[in-house]
């Protein structure tokens, strides 16, 4: 299987945190974005349950279909390609990464919104990605220092466009409960 990562989990010392030294050096990592076409976007609109910090999200564009082929595109944002890497994963450690993603549910992402570098190969593995629970999801708001510059040495890392911040004046924290 292929989880598709979009934010902490591009950082290697993230993913080694979870997944320890022996399993992040066996797992392959393939730089790769979604299509606009899938009809979402990246944004930090997920909240912990400490009422303190701010993860990344996805959340749709104009008439998309969460782990469908949905399309629509349309509305602001949406010719955004949403980057990061692919992690080839085994069983075990797709049950350790989502154990360690409470705050979202695991989506399919269609092989045809997905652009990869190598291309994948047609072996008949699912893609998958973290998409949050809705009881997690805000208005965007600004993340922690700490959060996003690990996001950061993360996407530089694999030379990948930075996902942009919230437009100044976002709130730092509200979870609208």
Known sequence: MYVFAYGSLVDARSRRATLGDAAVANVTVIPAYVRSTWGHRRAYNVAADNGVD?????????????????????????????????????PAQFATLRRRERYYRVVRIPRSVLVSFPPLPDDGRPVVT?????????????????????????????????????????RRMNHGR
């Open 54 to 90: 701010v993860y990344l999200g996805l959340e749709p564009t104009h008439s998309a279909t969460v782990g469908g082929e949905g399309g629509g595109g349309g509305g602001r944002g949406s010719r955004r390609r949403i980057h990061g890497v692919l992690l080839a994963v085994t």
């Open 130 to 170: 973290f998409y949050p629970l809705r009881r997690h999801v805000i208005a965007p708001s600004q993340p922690t220092r700490r959060y996003r510059a690990l996001v950061e040495r993360g996407f530089a890392a694999y030379d990948l466009p930075v996902p942009a911040l919230p437009a100044p004046g976002a």
